[in-house]
């Protein structure tokens, strides 16, 4: 979508803000995610590499797309924010979904600690399907048509759907289990998953629900933001906490057990 030439002061700075605050939630939740890794066992430490991978990546790529976006608009001395003629770089955003996708569906399958060969061939199909969700979505991200811009999107919602299915059912049958508390953190990740993910199709179609111009641009770029933070922060503190739980469930506790100790 091509960026409007001019903003209103609330609407520059409703995206400026809500990009400053991405960067701080990624970074908060890379130190976050990086600490607590002491206190989980061997079993689930991948789980909280990977989040502490994705925050980490994402953080870099809203600091980048911040920049882009500040080089885009000047004030003007009407007060209002008029294009600069430096292009607003929305390639950082799918690059970045491109490695983080990947990465939070291997977070979730880490967690879930399946057995080997069920995990490597599911990790294979759900990476393939995340990459074409992403690389298909793009042509229609950039394009001001909006036939063009639905087309696409049918296309990548094919991927979606499976990759959603996938992970959904296997959350399923993990949260098959006795044990209460695991059960039910594993209920509300799948209730998370299938929240914040299905938030992403939504900011894309708000070009093409007659919110025009501007409005249009403000509304894509604060959903994506809310959307990055719910599935990379909250779901890495979901994933943290069900590790704990599983690990209770299976009589190990940090306090008890430290990682020296386990050696
Ligand atoms: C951290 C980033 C995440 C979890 C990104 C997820 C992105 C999606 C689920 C995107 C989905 C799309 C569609 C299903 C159709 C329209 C195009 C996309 C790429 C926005």
Redesign the pocket.
């Given at each position: 979508m091509s960026l409007p030439l001019e903003l209103s002061s609330g609407e520059f700075q409703l995206v400026y803000n809500m990009l400053s605050l991405a960067i701080a939630a990624m970074f908060a939740s890379f130190a976050f995610f990086v600490m607590v890794q002491q206190q989980l066992t061997a079993k689930y430490r991948p789980a909280m590499i990977l989040s502490s991978l994705v925050v980490g990546i994402?953080g870099y790529h809203y600091w980048r797309i911040f920049n882009s976006w500040e080089g885009a608009y000047a004030l003007n001395e009407a007060g209002r924010y008029v294009a600069t003629g430096e292009a607003f770089n929305d390639a950082y955003r799918y690059v970045d979904?491109l490695l983080?996708?990947p990465l939070?569906v291997a977070e979730l399958v880490a967690v879930l600690a399946l057995p080997k060969e069920r995990r490597g061939s599911m990790m294979a199909r759900l990476v393939v399907a995340s990459a074409l969700?992403?690389g298909l979505?793009y042509p229609?991200?950039i394009s001001g048509d909006a036939t063009t811009r639905v087309v696409w999107?049918v296309l990548?919602?094919i991927p979606?759907v499976y990759i959603l299915f996938v992970l959904y059912t296997q959350l399923g049958q993990a949260a098959n289990i006795k044990d209460s508390e695991v059960k039910v953190l594993l209920r509300n990740t799948q209730l998370l998953l299938l929240g914040?993910?299905g938030f992403?199709?939504i900011a894309?179609a708000m070009p093409l629900l007659g919110i025009g111009g501007s409005g249009a641009t403000v509304a894509l770029q604060v959903g994506y933001s809310i959307a990055?933070i719910a599935?990379?922060c909250g779901y890495g503190t979901m994933i943290y906490h069900i590790a704990r739980a599983k690990m209770a469930a299976e009589g190990v506790d940090e306090a008890e057990e430290p990682r020296l100790a386990l050696k």
């Open positions: 994402a979904w983080t996708v939070l969700m992403i979505g229609g991200e999107a990548s919602t979606f914040t993910w992403y199709p894309y990055d599935a990379k």
